[in-house]
C-alpha cells in the first residue's frame, strides 16, 4: 500500500466476545483502520472497553453502522437471527460484510480452502468457529478418498461461548453440517457441540471420524498435515493432538489455543474464526485495489 494511500475503513458490529477480540486483532492487521464498534446498548461492557481502548463506539446496532457510513468492511460479531437485517441495511452501500454468525448467509469461505472466492463477492460468511476449525482437515481428507460417513464433535468452554453464541447452536449446527457436506462432497454428515464448564477451562477441541474404503494412510497423513501447516499460518494455535488411520476409518483430533491480545487460551474457537475474518478482510480489501 502506497504511503499516501489511505487504510480502508472498518466497522464491527456487536461488543461481546467475538467483538472486542477483532477489535484487538484488527488493531493489529497495521493494514485496516477500525473506525466504528456498535452494538445494542451504550452501557454494555463490551463498548465501555471499546471506548477505553480508544476507539469510536456507538449505540443503535445496524443503525448506527448505516449513518456512521460509509466503510469498506462490516464484520457482523452479533447473532444469525438478525444477521439477514444487516445484509440488506449494508448491502446498498457497497460494503463488504464479513458474517461470523452460523446464518449460512453468503459466501461460505475457509481460509485455505477457497479463500480466493472472497475477492469477488462483497457477502462473506465464515460458516462457525468448528468449520473454521474442521472444514480445512476434512476437505484435504476428501482429497485423498472418499468419504462415506463424516461426524465432527466440537467441545468448547462455556466461558468462551457469548449469549449469542448459545442462542444460536441450532444454527452452528446445521450451518456447519451444510459447509461440510459443500466442500467434502459426503451426504451423511453428523455434527455436535458440547460446552463444558469444567475447571480449569479446556482448549477449543474438534474430534473428527471419518469412514471411507479407499483410504491411503501415507496420502492422508501428508494431506492432513499441509492443511494444518496452512491453517497455522493464521491461527498459530492450532495443532492436530491425535490422528489414527486404520483400514475404513481415519481419527483426527485437532485442538486450538487462543495466543496474544485478550483472549484467555481457552478461548480458541473465538481466535480462530476473527483471525480468519482479518485475513479476509485483508485480502478482499487488496483484490479490489
Known amino acids: 500500500m502506497a504511503a499516501d494511500e489511505q487504510l480502508p475503513r472498518v466497522a464491527v458490529l456487536g461488543a461481546g466476545l467475538i467483538g472486542i477480540d477483532l477489535v484487538d486483532k484488527i488493531r493489529g492487521s497495521g493494514k485496516l483502520e477500525l473506525t466504528l464498534v456498535a452494538g445494542r446498548d451504550r452501557d454494555s461492557l463490551g463498548l465501555r472497553r471499546a471506548t477505553e481502548m480508544g476507539h469510536p463506539t456507538r449505540a443503535g446496532g445496524i443503525r448506527a453502522v ?3 457510513g460509509p466503510f469498506d468492511v462490516v464484520f457482523d460479531a452479533t447473532n444469525a437471527d438478525s444477521h439477514a437485517e444487516h445484509w440488506a441495511a449494508l448491502q446498498p452501500t457497497g460494503a463488504i460484510l464479513i458474517d461470523l454468525t452460523p446464518t449460512g448467509l453468503g459466501t461460505v ?3 485455505g480452502v477457497n479463500s480466493h472466492m472472497a475477492a469477488i463477492h462483497r457477502h462473506l460468511n465464515l460458516v462457525s468457529c468448528g468449520g473454521q476449525a474442521a472444514i480445512p482437515v476434512l476437505h484435504a481428507i476428501a482429497r485423498r478418498c472418499t468419504p462415506s460417513y463424516i461426524e465432527v464433535v466440537s467441545t468448547g468452554a462455556s466461558a468462551s461461548a457469548g ?3 448459545r442462542l444460536n447452536l441450532d444454527q452452528y449446527i446445521a450451518t456447519t453440517s451444510t459447509a461440510i457436506r459443500t466442500f467434502t462432497g459426503t451426504r451423511d454428515v453428523k455434527v455436535m457441540v458440547n ?3 469444567a475447571r480449569p477451562a479446556p482448549p477449543f477441541r ?3 471420524t471419518v469412514l ?5 494412510p501415507a496420502s492422508v497423513r501428508t494431506s492432513i498435515a499441509s492443511a494444518a501447516q496452512a491453517v497455522r499460518a493464521y491461527t498459530p494455535g492450532f495443532e492436530v493432538t491425535s490422528l489414527a488411520v486404520q483400514p475404513g476409518r481415519i481419527s483426527v483430533v485437532v485442538e486450538v489455543t487462543a495466543s496474544g491480545g485478550r483472549l484467555p487460551r481457552h478461548a480458541g474457537s473465538v481466535d480462530i474464526i476473527n ?3 482479518v485475513l479476509l478482510a485483508e485480502q478482499s480489501i487488496a483484490a479490489s485495489r
Open 163 to 165: 449469549r449469542a453464541t
Open 275 to 277: 483471525a480468519a475474518a
Open 212 to 216: 471411507a474404503d479407499d483410504i491411503r
Open 206 to 208: 474438534v474430534a473428527m
Open 109 to 111: 469461505i475457509v481460509p
Open 195 to 197: 460446552l463444558s464448564p
Open 66 to 68: 448505516v449513518e456512521a
